[in-house]
């Protein structure tokens, strides 16, 4: 079966399924860090950039996971079209936690998880933490 890395070059429908997540993803960071960075700012806690990196990463784990434990979306992937789904029985707030915990650590975990994902062989749509939590991201 082949890698993410090798659909890339030759399938049109996995790279615009990978451009529905970037712009999902990027919708949703707008939802969390924006609003926290903003706060940050306005309480005038120390230090700021330390603060608003960790915490954003603490909301935007919080939001996706309970947002797809209950809906399977969060705005950004309704925006795009875009569902959680478990590939064995419901979406239930445990899947939603583990599937979101790179999440939480974004700076680093979160490119990984992708990464590694991709260099995986099985369903391409999967980060390795989808792997982890048997759930998947399809249209909607």
């Known amino acids: 079966m082949p890698t993410g890395y090798d659909l890339i ?8 399924h990978l451009l529905k997540r970037l712009a999902a993803c990027m919708v949703d960071v707008a939802v ?16 700021k950039e330390l603060l608003a990196g960790v915490l954003s990463g603490f909301v935007w784990f919080l939001y996706s996971a309970v947002a797809e434990a209950r809906t399977g979306t969060t705005l950004g992937k309704r925006i795009v079209g875009l569902v959680v789904v ?19 650590f974004w700076y680093l975990f979160l490119p990984l998880d992708v990464l590694i994902g991709l260099a995986m062989t099985g369903d391409p749509r999967q980060r390795w933490a989808d792997c982890v939590a048997n759930t998947v991201i399809i249209k909607k």
């Open 86 to 104: 478990s590939k064995e029985g419901p979406m239930t707030l445990s899947k939603g936690i583990v599937r979101n915990v790179p999440k939480m």
């Open 32 to 47: 969390v860090f924006v609003p926290v960075t903003v706060a940050i700012y306005l309480l005038d806690l120390e230090p």
């Open 9 to 16: 070059g030759h399938s049109h429908d996995f790279r615009m």
